[in-house]
């Protein structure tokens, strides 16, 4: 048996049918920036969301990048403000902020859940300190209820990084409706994925909207007025059609992930791998499944021997990369053994329990 981390073939060619036809009235409508089908994949992702507003960018870094970019000119950030942020993130996330010319506060994670914590975030707290960036790393939410409570005490602003994350739930609320803003990535590999790269920007916040409209289009609320120096960052209607075809199974998908989730945690008993902390059976949509073990290269060597691809999210953290060299000689250690001993596993809506239970009896023969 051959199990692939993700066949991204497989789970569009469920929907080529729609997928072609939606190309067809796209390629037929003569409009391929913007328009009808963009506005209605923003109305339903939105709503599937649970708030007021979803803008449409174009890719996740964009979306992260231009809500905080809407903030300085809103006045509610200045350059040189700290924006506290996970130090175990993918690079976007911190990207985004140091583009603005905003400080990035890197702190470390919980060990178990990989997402900050509320006393984490306090004791990074400082007079400088303007805002929180918390990530829903590998599509479980971050303690949002806690978070938002820190940042009305000290009146911070919270842009949460939901591109792993959506709809995944925490208290009934979804991602992206717990902070002032946030930011999805519709990048193919995503839960909710398009043929290309696509972003979009959740908030209940019309005037935010307003002004991530204008920014996404060359800073111009009306043609050949520009309020602002704006960029071009704008989802095209291909993508929007295909989004809004995938969106109708986003639940069912996800329903499947969890599936497969309870299997590998309910099967895997090797006393050489961890597997993950849910802190909320319902809330986590399995982005990603991953599993420590301080055995990884020969983990992941053994199960390609047996034809099961993994894959590390992520190898090397931000602050130990070459393009934040000013960030080098710092130590995180829990982020650093995260990044030395994750292993993602296969996981996907397609992923069937044959394969599944197959993975586990890898793992689970797996010895040093
Ligand atoms: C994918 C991702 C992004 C960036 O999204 P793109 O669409 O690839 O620009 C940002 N943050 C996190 C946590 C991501 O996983």
Not at 110 to 124: C, K, L
Not at 220 to 246: C, F, T, W
Not at 307 to 321: A, F, G, R, S
Not at 344 to 362: C, D, N, Q, W
């Amino acid at each position: 048996m051959k199990v692939d981390f993700l066949n991204l073939q497989q789970i569009n060619a469920r929907d080529a049918q729609e997928m072609l036809s939606a190309c067809k009235d796209v390629i037929d409508s003569g409009y391929y920036i913007g328009g009808e089908k963009v506005e209605a994949f923003e109305a339903e992702f939105a709503a599937f969301c649970g708030v007021k507003h979803c803008i449409s960018v174009a890719n996740g870094l964009d979306a992260l990048n231009l809500v905080l970019r809407a903030w300085k000119l809103q006045g509610r950030l200045q350059e040189g403000d700290e924006v506290i942020v996970p130090a175990n993130t993918y690079i976007a996330s911190v990207l985004a902020i140091t583009e603005n010319n905003l400080i990035p506060v890197l702190i470390e994670p919980d060990d178990n859940t990989f997402n900050i914590t509320a006393a984490g975030i306090e004791s990074a707290i400082t007079a400088k300190t303007k805002a929180i960036l918390p990530v829903h790393l590998y599509g479980q939410l971050s303690p949002m209820p806690e978070i938002m409570r820190i940042a009305e005490q000290h009146g911070l602003l919270v842009l949460e990084d939901s591109a792993q994350a959506h709809g995944a739930m925490l208290e009934g609320k979804r991602a992206g409706v717990w902070g002032h803003a946030a930011g999805f990535s519709f990048y193919p590999g995503k839960n909710l994925g398009a043929l290309g790269d696509a972003g979009g920007i959740v908030t209940n916040e019309d005037d935010l909207a307003s002004t991530i409209k204008a920014l996404r289009n060359y800073g111009s609320h009306k043609k050949y007025e520009n309020l602002y120096q704006g960029l071009n960052s704008r989802m095209d209607p291909i993508q929007a059609a295909m989004l809004s075809v995938k969106l109708k199974r986003l639940d069912s998908d996800t329903e499947q992930r969890r599936r497969i989730a309870d299997l590998y945690i309910k099967n895997m008993h090797n006393p050489l791998v961890t597997t993950p902390f849910v802190t909320e059976a319902a809330a986590h949509v399995w982005h990603l499944f991953v599993i420590k073990t301080q055995h990884r290269k020969e983990l992941q060597a053994w199960l390609a021997e047996n034809n099961i691809q993994t894959l590390i999210h992520y190898p090397v953290p931000p602050h130990k990369q070459q393009a934040y060299a000013q960030l080098n000689h710092l130590h995180y250690p829990i982020t650093e053994r995260i990044h030395d001993e994750v292993l993602s596993l296969p996981i996907s809506p397609i992923l069937t329990e044959e394969e599944a239970h197959y993975v586990i009896s890898k793992i689970n023969e797996f010895t040093v």
